[in-house]
């Protein structure tokens, strides 16, 4: 076959497939009705799970990775449960199917809100009007006075935090909070005409914009910065500029619907930035008891000590999980908070019905803002092994170290990206031993996923070069994130701690001497778990991890590098709840049997040492000891 006819045979599986996948949806449709006449929930993990398993299976048999698999059905599976709870919903409430909707969205078209409303009325099959607005309260104006049904306002930002003028606007409105999304956001600096960023003189952006690209434009000294009511804004006063001095900041996507083009991409802070938007209309809505659900709420407690907690316990003794707590003063009431709660529950569940009259009594003021379907479809983990449920802490001893077992009596647990680290199931990280070469990395990836293993090691900052640091910090996440691993390096200064709490998900702490104590407190301080090799002498290393704890980070490990003996093992962790790993060399015959024997001994986790990316082959017999006996 020449190109040509490989290509045209590409296409027409292509359509295929489409077909295909139209076809499921159409059938997973199906299942829904089927699951509104003889009520179960719409979510079936289990059911998933066996799929899963089925496929990876079959399509090792056809030459496809284990990792593609499941990334492709988690794509389809979530579309399929959100179209099922979108019919179900459409079902519930049917004054809601109507020719057009009309949205209400700060800025013009392109703005970030304005993106998050269509991809949120895109599920219902219907005309869309926008209504563009230029502040948050003009957006609830034009809801309450019927001008249009939903209003989109974002609400949180991954980098920047909760945007208080929303919340604090919410507390007055009448409207009811009827849905929710998260949509991702990527900050560029957009242009007019051909130039470079050392012609700049100003750049057009919104605040918010502006707090979650701080570092980046702190290396544009000399530019000055004019703040617009929406990036959308900005965007459009640089199109019709067209100099070669000045640049919006905002989406990709919305620069092109203005005739921008992006000349830096990437700005924010925080490398996954995304916002979560909540919509907004006039009456609330019921949510299907078989979708799982979110209620919003604000109540007041007074200022009386223990009133917040009392008012959380009664969640806890109901059993529902909250997901946000909020707060924000009161105006006109000095130094009082009124508290913005999510919790994952329908406001029509016996639980939260029966929690919000308790709550009623304890509190000042409470208000249901809205219960709508939550827009979060956790994808469904193949596990190696069932994860054990961890338990609360006992109640702190205060004079006892904060290590031992006498101040928490149960092991602790961390979490490493997705994964946990302390459960029944050993964490498996591969640890490769200098940077290497981009197809070596993604090989050693690969194989660390096909194996059953979670967490790709590499050291990042070898030659002390911390910008060259910052590069391989950010391959090694994008890579890590694309085989769906969690990423580890190691870290021996403050400053490489901080840079990597920004990107990995475990830091493995290795102190130079003199700036010990240094790097112990950073990394107390920071939010990321951490991996402690133990010294020689052991009492020194919980020394070490109590400085750590005290700080605030209470996700801390130990990592037994040198192999202590069997005695010395079992005695620590009789003195500590921290979790304990092992280290294994990859080049070992005996690693896979000296893991299990580990394992049987308690360890929690092994850091296996490769030579080099070739080396990932060792990982599978060692996983296959370790996952399956
Ligand atoms: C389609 C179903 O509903 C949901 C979607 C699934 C899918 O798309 O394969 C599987 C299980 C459920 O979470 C079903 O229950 O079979």
């Given at each position: 076959?020449?190109?040509?006819?490989?290509?045209?045979?590409?296409?027409?599986?292509?359509?295929e497939l489409?077909?295909l996948?139209a076809?499921?949806?159409?059938?997973s449709?199906?299942?829904?009705?089927?699951?509104?006449?003889?009520?179960?929930?719409?979510?079936?993990?289990?059911r998933e799970?066996?799929?899963?398993?089925?496929?990876?299976?079959?399509?090792?048999q056809?030459?496809?990775d284990?990792?593609?698999v499941?990334?492709l059905y988690?794509t389809?599976?979530e579309?399929?449960?959100?179209?099922?709870?979108?019919l179900?919903?459409d079902?519930?409430?049917?004054?809601d199917?109507?020719?057009s909707?009309?949205?209400a969205f700060?800025?013009?078209?392109g703005s970030?809100?304005?993106?998050?409303?269509?991809?949120?009325?895109?599920?219902?099959?219907a005309?869309?009007i926008?209504?563009?607005?230029?502040?948050?309260?003009?957006?609830?104006?034009?809801?309450e006075?019927?001008?249009?049904?939903?209003?989109?306002?974002?609400?949180e930002?991954?980098?920047?935090?909760?945007i208080?003028?929303?919340?604090?606007?919410?507390?007055?409105?009448?409207?009811?909070?009827?849905?929710e999304?998260?949509?991702?956001?990527?900050?560029?600096l957009l242009v007019a005409v051909?130039t470079d960023v050392s012609?700049l003189?100003?750049?057009?952006?919104h605040p918010?914009?502006?707090?979650?690209?701080s570092q980046?434009?702190?290396t544009?000294?000399g530019v000055?910065?004019e703040f617009?009511?929406?990036?959308?804004?900005?965007?459009e006063?640089?199109a019709?500029l067209k100099?070669?001095?000045?640049?919006?900041?905002?989406s990709?996507?919305g620069?092109?619907?203005?005739?921008l083009?992006?000349?830096?991409r990437?700005l924010?802070?925080?490398?996954?930035?995304?916002?979560?938007?909540?919509?907004?209309?006039?009456?609330?809505?019921?949510?299907?008891?078989?979708i799982p659900?979110?209620?919003?709420?604000?109540?007041s407690?007074?200022q009386?000590?223990g009133?917040?907690v009392?008012?959380l316990?009664?969640?806890?003794?109901?059993?529902?999980?909250?997901?946000k707590l909020?707060?924000?003063?009161?105006?006109?009431?000095?130094?009082?908070?009124?508290?913005y709660v999510?919790?994952?529950?329908?406001?029509?569940?016996?639980?939260?019905?029966?929690a919000?009259?308790?709550?009623?009594?304890?509190?000042?003021?409470i208000?249901?803002?809205?219960?709508?379907?939550?827009?979060?479809?956790?994808?469904?983990?193949i596990?190696s092994?069932?994860?054990?449920?961890g338990q609360?802490?006992?109640?702190?001893?205060?004079k006892?170290?904060?290590h031992?077992?006498?101040?928490?009596h149960?092991?602790?647990?961390l979490q490493?990206?997705r994964?946990?680290?302390?459960t029944?199931?050993p964490l498996l990280i591969?640890?490769?031993?200098?940077?290497p070469g981009d197809?070596q990395?993604?090989?050693?990836?690969?194989?660390?996923k096909?194996?059953g293993?979670?967490?790709l090691?590499?050291p990042?900052?070898?030659?002390?070069?911390?910008?060259?640091?910052?590069?391989?910090?950010q391959r090694l996440?994008?890579?890590?994130?694309?085989?769906?691993l969690?990423?580890?390096?190691?870290v021996?200064k403050a400053e490489?701690l901080n840079?990597a709490a920004?990107?990995?998900?475990l830091?493995?702490?290795?102190p130079?001497?003199a700036l010990?104590?240094e790097l112990?407190i950073a990394?107390?301080?920071c939010?990321?778990?951490?991996?402690?090799p133990?010294?020689?002498?052991?009492a020194?290393?919980?020394?070490?991890?109590?400085?750590?704890?005290?700080?605030?980070n209470?996700?801390?490990?130990?990592?037994?590098?040198?192999?202590?003996?069997?005695?010395?093992?079992?005695?620590l962790q009789?003195?500590?709840?921290?979790?304990l790993?092992?280290r294994?060399?990859?080049?070992d015959?005996?690693a896979p049997?000296l893991a299990?024997?580990?394992?049987e001994?308690g360890?929690q986790?092994?850091?296996?040492?490769?030579?080099?990316?070739q080396q990932?082959?060792?990982?599978?017999?060692l996983?296959?000891r370790l996952?399956?006996?």
């Amino acid at each position: 076959m020449n190109l040509d006819e490989i290509r045209t045979h590409i296409t027409r599986l292509d359509s295929e497939l489409l077909t295909l996948l139209a076809r499921r949806k159409a059938l997973s449709l199906e299942v829904a009705r089927a699951k509104l006449e003889n009520p179960r929930p719409i979510r079936d993990q289990e059911r998933e799970q066996a799929l899963l398993v089925e496929l990876v299976n079959q399509g090792r048999q056809l030459g496809l990775d284990a990792h593609y698999v499941t990334r492709l059905y988690h794509t389809i599976i979530e579309d399929s449960v959100l179209s099922q709870q979108a019919l179900l919903q459409d079902l519930l409430n049917p004054q809601d199917q109507v020719p057009s909707i009309s949205v209400a969205f700060l800025g013009l078209r392109g703005s970030y809100s304005n993106l998050a409303a269509r991809k949120y009325l895109s599920r219902f099959q219907a005309g869309i009007i926008e209504h563009s607005c230029e502040t948050f309260q003009q957006i609830l104006d034009t809801v309450e006075s019927g001008q249009a049904q939903y209003g989109i306002l974002p609400i949180e930002n991954t980098s920047s935090g909760s945007i208080n003028d929303v919340f604090d606007l919410m507390q007055h409105t009448s409207l009811s909070i009827v849905g929710e999304l998260t949509q991702p956001i990527e900050h560029c600096l957009l242009v007019a005409v051909d130039t470079d960023v050392s012609q700049l003189k100003t750049l057009y952006t919104h605040p918010q914009v502006y707090q979650q690209c701080s570092q980046y434009l702190k290396t544009l000294p000399g530019v000055k910065v004019e703040f617009c009511a929406a990036s959308s804004n900005a965007m459009e006063l640089v199109a019709g500029l067209k100099r070669p001095d000045v640049g919006a900041m905002g989406s990709a996507d919305g620069g092109e619907l203005h005739g921008l083009k992006p000349l830096v991409r990437g700005l924010a802070n925080q490398k996954q930035n995304m916002t979560r938007f909540i919509v907004v209309a006039r009456k609330p809505i019921d949510v299907a008891e078989q979708i799982p659900a979110k209620t919003s709420f604000i109540m007041s407690t007074g200022q009386q000590s223990g009133a917040l907690v009392e008012a959380l316990l009664v969640l806890r003794s109901h059993d529902i999980t909250m997901t946000k707590l909020e707060s924000r003063p009161i105006i006109g009431n000095p130094w009082e908070e009124m508290f913005y709660v999510d919790v994952a529950a329908n406001v029509n569940s016996p639980e939260m019905q029966s929690a919000l009259k308790e709550l009623g009594r304890i509190t000042r003021f409470i208000k249901v803002l809205g219960c709508y379907p939550s827009a979060e479809v956790a994808p469904t983990r193949i596990p190696s092994g069932a994860l054990s449920q961890g338990q609360a802490a006992a109640p702190a001893e205060d004079k006892q170290p904060r290590h031992s077992r006498a101040y928490k009596h149960d092991d602790t647990r961390l979490q490493v990206g997705r994964f946990y680290l302390g459960t029944d199931e050993p964490l498996l990280i591969a640890m490769l031993p200098a940077w290497p070469g981009d197809q070596q990395l993604q090989e050693a990836a690969r194989k660390l996923k096909e194996s059953g293993g979670q967490v790709l090691a590499v050291p990042c900052f070898d030659n002390g070069d911390i910008q060259q640091g910052l590069q391989h910090l950010q391959r090694l996440r994008e890579v890590a994130a694309r085989f769906d691993l969690a990423a580890m390096t190691r870290v021996s200064k403050a400053e490489e701690l901080n840079r990597a709490a920004e990107y990995l998900d475990l830091l493995l702490l290795q102190p130079e001497q003199a700036l010990r104590s240094e790097l112990l407190i950073a990394a107390g301080r920071c939010t990321r778990p951490l991996l402690l090799p133990l010294q020689q002498d052991a009492a020194a290393s919980l020394a070490d991890a109590e400085l750590i704890l005290s700080e605030g980070n209470q996700q801390l490990a130990l990592l037994d590098e040198r192999g202590l003996p069997l005695a010395g093992l079992l005695a620590l962790q009789q003195q500590t709840h921290l979790p304990l790993l092992g280290r294994l060399d990859g080049n070992d015959a005996l690693a896979p049997g000296l893991a299990h024997a580990l394992k049987e001994a308690g360890l929690q986790g092994f850091c296996v040492e490769l030579a080099d990316g070739q080396q990932a082959d060792a990982l599978a017999p060692l996983a296959h000891r370790l996952y399956r006996g």
